[in-house]
């Protein structure tokens, strides 16, 4: 590492964030001449769950258990914004010994703390039985970027002379270069520069937009170079040294204090988790795990929230999702509702305000279509991806209108629904004209884009739409999850249309849900399975593969209840349900693979989605062991925070769930999936436009043996509820309910 002597004790480590002038004189080069590396191949990646990730807004960052990014370029480790890698080499050493990681803990959803330790070893200590002399604690905190605090105490009886170092790079990656994609070139990266308190590196993409980002230190470094920065000290016996520096990145304006010290913004954030928090509601039970898990998963909820373009909006997950996806962010807030329904109303009117309004073949966007997913990064800004954003979903368009009933059900929020009436009306146009492409009542879809995904319902990875066989279909497909959920849409659609005084649009829509139940029931049902076929290919041959996706249709409601008896057994059988909860694809078939994305692993989402469905059909208490499996992988998992999936390796007796390598965590429909369950679990339907809060035979899960949910909002109340479970029934007690207008009635029902 090459490095100057520094001279200045007077400059800020707030000056090198807010100007320009050290890089004026860039010169460009090599991407290996900037970042002082060779850049790794993919296969250095670390699996997320082994990596601590921290995040706010639109930054977040994934670290090792070290609080490095090393080796240098590591595929899956950085300080990221906006789609982009500001910071891809960072790691601190030191002198002597190298430092041995004690513990390493994500103390809040944006703040973590490393301690690290160094034996006497390296001075003069007894090398037979050495003893730990020197304490590092790096305390990070990310806001608009990273701040770290390092604090050294010598833990000797004497003084001793010590130093640590800094080694940091920048190569600027695009997120979808990290996954594989393959460019055929870069734009033009610049020599770093540097002054007395601050390293400096630049980029200028492919789309003309240069891109900056530093590393300012607040404490002057004894040396300091293009690729790190060194100090040097006496460290006095039991008096701690403290350095402190920052990265961010120089593309948009900062909201936050440039310099302000790490404690600022710790405190200002914790009161932005202590008033979201505060304005969700609580569920307490008698297994403090479980307490865990759902604590967990609500400041997990918050963090992944971003803010752009003036609204906010629920992204999906870190590292790969961080951004808004259609159905991600739908049915992340249909799982919340009972949460906070803040999410689901944000979600509303930020798809609503992208709504497709053009046709186009590259993104895939048409008049009424609700998008799929926005990007910021190099290759959306350049158009090397259709991502700008991309609509290539064949499910958010009859999603969005589900969340606008359901959102209107549990808040009794007719303005809203006035509000996004119009967006209603274009999307169901959509589901008519563009969805149903060949005019046979069912909706179906074929990429346009050829850049675009070749699936386009949940399951959206290559194969995940296969033959028993792994054979894969001809386009145009008809998802069987879909057609229930363009089902749901109409019928739910048909009762806001009657609220607004159209009943003729009312009616319509009504006709044409049961002819699409009829339909799907006709064309879909496989009788010696018992169960519905995965979807219909291009030529309306079914493919005859037992998965997950019929389940779906229990939410929906689409099947009578003789269908969804059979397609229950069907779900709950030891092909399906491995023992984590209910696996994506049969065991029985040839393609079934438990280490694979979407055929064999089990998704909580999808399993909460069918546990809702079962509730619909009174199988709640059949669904009571998905329930218990999928609050166990919680248990076993590090902080308690259900991964995106896991594999669906059959539990035999294991303490914890196979990880999937590059399951995102936190993931937002995860986080939601034991909110969604509990709610079937509970019985609990709200029906705010007529204050009412319905509570119909509840069940809880076997592993609690009471609940108590308070500051549930339903409508302009708030509701504490209390189950207790005797025996083999579980009663319910209503403890409080809070409201500024009309009351609310609690209505239950016990079988």
């Not at 809040?108 to 490393?114: I, L």
């Not at 065991?587 to 280490?595: D, G, I, L, Y």
């Not at 619909?616 to 218990?628: K, S």
């Amino acid at each position: 590492m090459k490095m100057t002597r520094s001279t200045s004790d007077h400059s800020t480590a707030a000056a090198g964030l807010e100007s320009n002038d050290a890089l004026s004189a860039d010169v460009g080069c090599s991407m290996e001449e900037a970042v002082g590396y060779a850049v790794l191949p993919c296969e250095h990646e670390l699996p997320v769950a082994d990596a601590l990730a921290l995040k706010q807004d639109r930054v977040f960052l994934l670290v090792d258990r070290s609080g490095n990014i090393a080796p240098a370029g590591r595929c899956s480790l950085g300080l990221f914004e906006d789609d982009t890698r500001i910071l891809s080499y960072y790691e601190l050493t030191g002198a002597g010994t190298p430092p041995v990681r004690l513990s390493a803990q994500v103390v809040q959803p944006f703040t973590a703390q490393v301690d690290l330790s160094v034996n006497d070893h390296a001075f003069g200590g007894d090398s037979w039985d050495p003893k730990h002399a020197i304490h590092l604690q790096r305390e990070l905190v990310v806001d608009e970027g990273l701040v770290e605090r390092l604090t050294l105490t010598n833990f000797l009886m004497r003084p001793i002379d010590y130093w640590v170092e800094l080694a940091v790079g920048c190569d600027f990656a695009d997120i979808f270069e990290l996954r594989g994609w393959k460019r055929d070139a870069r734009g033009q990266f610049f020599q770093p520069t540097f002054d007395d308190r601050s390293i400096h590196f630049a980029y200028r993409g492919r789309d003309g937009a240069m891109i900056r980002s530093a590393v300012c230190f607040r404490e002057p470094p004894r040396s300091i170079g293009p690729q790190g920065a060194r100090w040097t000290f006496q460290l006095m016996p039991g008096v701690p040294v403290q350095l402190e520096w920052e990265v961010r990145c120089q593309r948009r304006r900062s909201t936050t204090v440039a310099g302000a010290s790490l404690e600022h913004r710790r405190k200002r954030l914790s009161d932005v988790y202590d008033k979201w928090c505060a304005e969700c509601s609580r569920w307490t039970s008698d297994v403090e795990v479980f307490d865990d898990a759902l604590s967990r998963a609500t400041v997990d909820l918050r963090s992944l929230y971003i803010t752009a373009g003036g609204d906010r909006a629920i992204s999906a997950g870190i590292p790969w999702y961080s951004t808004v996806f259609g159905r991600d962010s739908i049915i992340t807030s249909i799982e919340t509702l009972p949460l906070n329904p803040t999410i689901a109303v944000d979600t509303l009117r930020y798809l609503a305000r992208r709504q497709g309004v053009r046709e186009n073949s590259y993104t895939e966007e048409q008049p009424g279509r609700i998008m799929h997913e926005l990007r910021r990064g190099e290759l959306a800004r350049s158009g090397e991806i259709p991502h700008v954003p991309y609509y290539g979903t064949i499910d958010a368009t009859p999603l969005w209108l589900v969340l606008l009933h359901e959102t209107w059900r549990w808040t009794g929020d007719l303005n809203l629904v006035q509000e996004l009436l119009p967006n209603a009306r274009r999307a169901l146009e959509w589901i008519d004209h563009y969805g149903d492409l060949d005019g046979d009542g069912l909706v179906e879809y074929a990429s346009t884009s050829a850049r675009g995904l070749v699936n386009q319902g949940w399951k959206d990875s290559g194969d995940g739409v296969p033959f028993p066989n792994g054979r894969l279909p001809d386009p145009p497909i008809a998802l069987i999850e879909v057609q229930g959920y363009v089902f749901d849409a109409k019928t739910r659609a048909a009762e806001l249309f009657e609220r607004a005084g159209d009943a003729d649009t009312a009616i319509r829509l009504r006709n044409e849900a049961e002819r699409m139940r009829a339909q799907v029931i006709d064309r879909f049902w496989l009788d010696d399975l018992g169960t519905f076929a995965l979807a219909l290919d291009g030529h309306k041959q079914p493919l005859p593969t037992v998965t997950s996706n019929a389940g779906h249709l229990l939410w929906s409601r689409l099947p009578d209840p003789r269908h969804a008896s059979r397609v229950a057994r069907a779900l709950l059988g030891p092909d399906m349900s491995c023992g984590w909860g209910i696996r994506t694809l049969s065991a029985r078939h040839p393609v079934f693979n438990p280490m694979s994305y979407h055929n064999g692993s089990v998704w909580p989402h999808d399993n909460a989605l069918i546990v809702m469905g079962l509730s619909h059909y009174g199988l709640a208490a059949d669904a009571l062991p998905v329930v218990g499996a999928t609050q166990d992988a919680a248990a076993a998992a590090d902080l308690n925070r259900l991964p995106e999936l896991y594999c669906g390796i059959s539990r035999d007796g294991a303490a914890a769930p196979v990880s999937y390598p590059v399951s995102c965590s936190p993931q937002a429909w995860a986080s939601g999936a034991l909110f969604l369950m509990l709610q079937g679990m509970l019985g609990i339907f709200p029906d705010a436009p007529h204050h009412l809060l319905h509570i119909r035979n509840p069940v809880l899960p076997s592993h609690l043996q009471e609940l108590t949910i308070t500051n549930l909002a339903v409508g302009r109340a708030r509701v504490s509820l209390h189950f207790a479970r005797h025996t083999t029934r579980t009663l319910v007690n209503v403890l409080a309910i809070e409201s500024d207008d009309e009351s609310l009635q609690v209505r239950i029902e016990l079988g």
